[in-house]
């Protein structure tokens, strides 16, 4: 049972963050105001409950041998190419996680939307937002192979 309930949270963490993020994508390619950052920061939030979702119902699986065992996964080339797209993900993150933070930090002291630091950075947020998207879908693809046992060794 408890498989299933991973595997569970780790499909319901796909639907949270990928829409989570895709609404960031939306939001941020037109002008910024104070409700449009006010749901921006909602977004942002949501794709953070769906990232700690991922990773940790993620790890539980790979190192518990839920399902398959650890070697299992570590021999699989599609597996590590999954990872690779995660470790993508998370490296744009970067730079869009401190932005964001800065701008709650700002808003929370007051701060007007048009005097936020770095607030013309909302179109790059957006693109790394759109990319992040494109990445979540790559890596479903890549789950569903590797499901059906390709990668293996």
């Known amino acids: ?54 990773i940790g119902t993620g790890l539980w699986r790979y190192l518990g041998s839920i399902e398959k065992s650890t070697a299992y996964y570590n021999s699989n080339s599609v597996f590590m190419a999954k990872m690779g797209a995660l470790a993508v993900i998370l490296a744009l993150e970067l730079w869009p996680m401190i932005t964001l933070i800065r701008w709650r930090i700002a808003l929370a002291r007051g701060a007007a939307v048009d005097a936020l630091p770095g607030i013309a950075a909302a179109r790059r947020i957006s693109l790394i937002s759109g990319m992040q998207a494109i990445l979540v879908v790559i890596m479903v693809f890549l789950a569903a192979a590797m499901a059906r046992g390709y990668g293996a060794r």
Do not use: E, Y
């Open 1 to 54: 049972m408890l498989r299933v309930i991973l595997a569970a949270l780790h499909l319901l963490a796909l639907g949270i963050g990928l829409g989570a993020i895709l609404a960031c994508w939306i939001t941020l390619r037109k002008p910024v105001t104070a409700d449009s950052l006010k749901r921006v920061l909602h977004f942002d939030t949501q794709w953070g409950i769906a990232a700690m979702l991922w």
